[in-house]
């Protein structure tokens, strides 16, 4: 556990003692702060951190669930975890994908791309053209037409993939719009 | 105003009234690809102006009713992308209607009549697309046009399955896809995710799980009842805790009711700072007079969050009957003997923050035609889990043969969990027979499955096992790092894409 895992549980923590207190200004003090470090996490895409403030987040939201006279006050900071913990998990399970420069350089999403400058391709002939591994070119074509350097259009249940339109060729000029 | 999810609807109901018209323009398709651009071209233009200007272009031809439909299914896939796309976004009001119905209604179709139409790839793949690594067969029989879509998948209100005996006419099942909204702390759809998964036999000596025989009807029939071991679940639950477990099982018919209530609280106990996010138990109820198979899903905290009923009934053939020495009062051993309960009228399958996408098939359900080989076609599940009450798992007897067969055709992770009590059976027949070679030693009480990941790729297999003699500590438990598993050899020819071959 890091040191901001650790501060990230003490803060949970402090929020669930203020909670038992009903303190209330403090334990909105705590989900403020909760709060601001979960959208600074998901902005700088933090995958760590946004990990343990996922697991602060539904811990205090259980040990509330498990306590049987809840509050309408408690249950009022209750129902303000759920949103948080909610809001982490909707940022964890998305990932924005490498930038167009990091993707065009090396490693399997450049092979594919330097493969479809040859034209479109699917999958399969993909895997042959370029020598990898059918999971290696499986893995790179999400992350490339997230990133909006490859298009695809679906050929009865093919897909086919091919090089975006207007996207800068490593080695110069455009590449190419096949259809 | 028309949704796209609306339109597909009726747009799929075209395809599937014309299928062999549609196979041969799916295959005419899938050789010219040039036209295929074309026509996704045309109907993704048609879609940014709305569902209303689609549809009137749909409505010339099959090609453009096909291509229509492909465009609403590509205009999906960010929904069902672990990438955020930087593209343009068309027709934001009616992606975000999208998004209310899946999380409202459970799906993104108004009526539910249709159905439900949900995102295909189960949450596992978001990252990686088997359908494009492992592209459909080239042989026009296996064309099913599930496969013309990779974002989305109608699941039917209902399902034509085999009768619960050999014999009865098939009946119809209702199908349910069922989103449990939940705090998670998991994330399931992170390819570096790796669970651990935690198998309780719980049933360990032949009479913790004693099988009653009794006629009724001029028949014999069999019902297994389990001894209420709470004590040794909920110990074994907070020693599965303390390893670190994310998701543990129970097998089939394993649990009474005590020993249901003391793993709730054993849950309870653990929910705050402990790892276990779900549990699945195989128990034996009485509901209104009548006994049920049922697996029960429970919560971190112990509450149940969904359950599966058996729905086909396990009859015991004379070979089956000498092999877990099944006889009646007289010591006579039984010809035949019937499996005692009342079989489910529902399929559902559970969508689990923590999980992934979960269907349950108790034991025959596995085995059966229906619903496995829908779950199958579909590629629809993250899991399929299989408690079973039977003699020790190998990785060669039925289970692990349905076991492979549905990992490698739907691209699912399969685990199939067992008690222990039924090999003391089958050991005394060996032993009687003079089959001392297949007497089991150790007893097998989970398989787990990794599907492959490409058609050149084979599947990836687990047996864990605990002594038949002395089965301490009574759990068993794996990390799912497949990559540390044996290979399954693939029993199909390689296909001439197939890395193999480079």
């Known amino acids: 556990m890091n040191a901001l895992e650790s501060a990230f549980g003490k803060l949970g923590d402090d929020l669930l003692d203020a909670i038992g207190r009903q303190d209330w200004a403090v334990a909105d003090a705590e989900l403020e702060t909760l709060a601001q470090e979960a959208v600074a996490a998901t902005v700088a895409n933090r995958r760590e951190d946004l990990a343990a403030l996922a697991r602060v987040a539904t811990r205090c939201h259980t040990a509330l669930s498990l306590r049987d006279d809840l509050s309408g006050e408690a249950m009022h900071r209750h129902g303000q975890l759920r949103a948080l913990a909610v809001m982490i998990a909707a940022a964890r399970g998305r990932t924005p994908p490498r930038a167009a420069e990091s993707l065009s350089v090396s490693g399997p999403p450049a092979a594919v791309l330097s493969a479809l400058r040859d034209g479109p391709q699917t999958c399969p002939a993909l895997v042959e053209a370029t020598g990898l591994t059918a999971e290696q070119v499986g893995c790179a074509l999400p992350e490339l037409r997230a990133a909006g350097l490859v298009r695809s259009w679906p050929a009865g249940r093919l897909i086919v993939n091919a090089i975006r339109s207007g996207i800068p060729s490593p080695r110069g000029g455009e590449g190419e719009s096949t259809i | ?502």
């Open chain 2, 1 to 502: 105003m028309l949704h796209p999810g609306d339109l597909f609807m009726a747009l799929w109901r075209r395809l599937l009234e014309r299928r062999d018209e549609v196979r041969t323009l799916a295959l005419g398709l899938e050789a010219d690809h040039a036209r295929a651009g074309r026509l996704a071209g045309e109907a993704a233009d048609c879609l940014r102006r709305g569902a209303p200007a689609l549809e009137d272009w749909a409505g010339a031809g099959l090609d453009r009713t096909l291509a229509a439909a492909q465009a609403i299914d590509a205009w999906f896939a960010p929904l069902a992308s672990r990438y955020d796309f930087r593209d343009d976004d068309p027709l934001p009001g009616e992606r975000l209607e999208a998004r209310r119905r899946l999380n409202r209604d459970g799906r993104f179709n108004a009526d539910p009549a249709d159905g439900q139409l949900i995102l295909r790839p189960g949450l596992f793949a978001r990252a990686m697309n088997i359908r494009e690594t492992a592209p459909p067969e080239a042989d026009p029989e296996a064309f099913d046009p599930v496969d013309l879509f990779a974002s989305l998948l109608v699941v039917p209100p209902a399902l034509t399955i085999e009768a619960e005996r050999d014999g009865d006419p098939d009946r119809r099942i209702a199908v349910e896809y069922r989103r449990i909204a939940a705090v998670s702390d998991q994330d399931p759809s992170d390819p570096a995710w790796t669970p651990v998964i935690g198998v309780v036999p719980l049933a360990e000596a032949e009479d913790d799980l004693a099988i009653r025989r009794f006629r009724r009807d001029g028949e014999d029939w069999y019902d297994p009842a389990p001894r209420d071991l709470g004590r040794r679940a909920a110990d074994a639950v907070a020693a599965l805790a303390a390893q670190g477990a994310t998701f543990i099982l129970f097998p089939e018919v394993s649990a009474g009711p005590d020993a249901v209530s003391a793993i709730q609280q054993a849950l309870r106990d653990q929910a705050v700072d402990g790892p276990i996010r779900h549990a699945l138990v195989g128990v034996k109820e009485e509901v209104a007079g009548r006994p049920r198979n049922r697996a029960i899903l429970l919560d971190r905290c112990g509450r149940m969050a969904g359950s599966q009923t058996k729905l086909h009934c396990w009859d015991l053939d004379s070979d089956q009957c000498r092999s877990y020495d099944l006889r009646d009062r007289n010591g006579r051993l039984l010809g035949c003997a019937r499996e005692d309960i009342e079989t489910g009228d529902r399929f559902t399958l559970f969508d689990l923050p923590d999980f992934g996408r979960l269907a349950v098939a108790i034991c025959e359900d596995l085995g059966r035609t229906e619903p496995s080989a829908w779950i199958a076609s579909g590629m629809m599940v993250d899991w399929l889990v299989t408690p079973v009450m039977d003699s020790g798992l190998t990785t060669e007897r039925w289970q692990a043969k349905e076991g492979a067969a549905s990992s490698r055709a739907g691209s699912c992770r399969v685990i199939v969990v067992n008690s222990i009590a039924l090999s003391h059976r089958f050991n005394r027949a060996c032993r009687a027979n003079g089959e001392e070679d297949k007497v089991i030693e150790s007893c097998g009480v989970a398989l787990l499955f990794q599907p492959r990941a490409s058609r050149a790729g084979a599947p990836h297999i687990q047996c864990l096992t605990l002594p038949l003699s002395d089965p301490a500590p009574g759990y068993v438990y794996a990390r799912w790092t497949p990559g540390d598993w044996p290979a399954l050899p693939d029993p199909e020819p390689e296909g001439p894409e197939s890395e193999g071959d480079e």
